[in-house]
């Protein structure tokens, strides 16, 4: 009862002269707020006879959720895979920067790495409350180095690694201490994958399907281990095919377990995944859709040479590549 007439009392924010989603729309409406909820405007005068505490003037601006990034490599020169002294810092200034961008929480991404990295740097990326200072961080994402030769993408093949005997104490040689873990991208056709998912998935860490050559049956294992995720559907992965969909088939499998949901990021940037794939995965399981930016290092900086954890990437417009002596094409940074 208490905390009712607590929520009550709370200070009543009015959003005036803002643009608002409803539908496929954008309406000027006025939004009311208290504690971060959204409130009914009618309840609130006839039941509680509340009117505004404050009001602040939108300007004509679009009032929106803000942004939850899952999958961001780092940002205006700082790299989440670079084993500084000071990595702390080089988030903060990530978090404070992606707000103008409309970031309110992320997950700082590493790629796949050397033990000695991951024992530095990710002691160093606690769970921190987003505010005016910056953008929420929700736990680290780590992609790789658990994945698949054939489909690694950007990620060093020299740090690739496989499950090992005793496979979850590898996991914790590799990463070290997990506390501040929030994503694991892992490919699950690797033998012992499915114990490692079941340890992941009971220490409350999403698992993530990805970097994969993985059949729909070993995906769907992996779902019914604990996975929960798929890493940029499509990139790095098999193709769909109409025997044997892959990863992809997930979205509409029925060899789920009840109640089981499947997510699924996409790169939605028109480069990485064409906008008719976009729709077809939205259609399909609209639900599960998790936008990501995938965002490198190079991001807010100009073209030039820039690192990728291990690698440096060479930026040319809106295209990345890994430096020589292999050229391959990567991922576009956001601007």
């Known amino acids: 009862m208490r905390g009712g007439q607590d929520e009550a009392r709370a200070p009543v924010l009015q959003f005036t002269n803002c643009r608002i989603l409803r539908g496929r729309a954008l309406l ?18 006839f039941e509680e006879r ?19 990034d899952v999958q961001i490599n780092g ?9 500084t002294e000071d990595v702390g810092s080089g988030v903060a200034l990530v978090a404070r920067r992606i707000l103008s961008h409309g970031v309110t929480s992320f997950c700082p991404t590493l790629v796949t790495s050397p033990p000695e990295v991951y024992h530095k740097v990710l002691p160093q990326i606690p769970v921190k409350s987003g505010g005016p200072h910056g953008a929420g961080v929700l736990g680290v994402h780590l992609e790789g180095p658990f994945i698949s030769r054939e489909k690694r993408g950007a990620h060093p093949e020299a740090h690739l690694r496989s499950f090992e005997a005793n496979a979850f104490h590898d996991v914790l040689a590799t990463y070290g201490p997990l506390d501040n873990v929030r994503i694991v991208t892992l ?6 994958s499915r114990e490692v998912i079941r340890a992941l998935a ?3 860490i999403c698992v993530s399907l990805g970097h994969s050559v993985a059949d729909l049956q070993a995906a769907e294992e992996a779902v019914q281990c604990g996975a929960t995720f798929i890493t940029h559907l499509f990139n790095a992965m098999l193709p769909f095919h109409h025997r044997d969909p892959g990863i992809v088939g997930l979205l509409t499998s029925d060899r789920l377990p009840p109640g089981r949901h499947i997510f699924y990021g996409m790169i939605a940037d028109g ?26 290092p190079a991001l807010g900086l100009g073209n030039g040479r820039h690192t990728l954890g291990q690698q440096e990437v060479e ?7 890994v430096a020589e002596p292999a050229l391959s094409a990567l991922k576009a940074p956001r601007r």
Do not use: M
């Not at 940002?75 to 084993?83: I, K, T």
């Open 271 to 296: 480069t990485h995944t064409n906008p008719a794939a976009l729709r077809i995965a939205h259609r399909a399981h609209p639900q599960g859709l998790v936008l990501v930016t995938d965002a490198v």
């Open 315 to 321: 930026v040319d417009g809106l295209t990345a590549y």
């Open 75 to 83: 940002g205006f020169g700082v790299d989440f895979s670079q084993a």
């Open 28 to 45: 000027r409406e006025d939004l009311w707020v208290r504690e971060g909820r959204i409130v009914d405007p009618e309840k609130l005068f």
């Open 50 to 68: 509340r009117v505004a505490d404050e009001q602040r003037d939108c300007g004509g601006c679009i009032l929106a959720p803000g942004f939850i």
């Open 202 to 204: 009971a220490r409350g």
């Open 187 to 192: 490919a699950p056709e690797l033998g012992r």
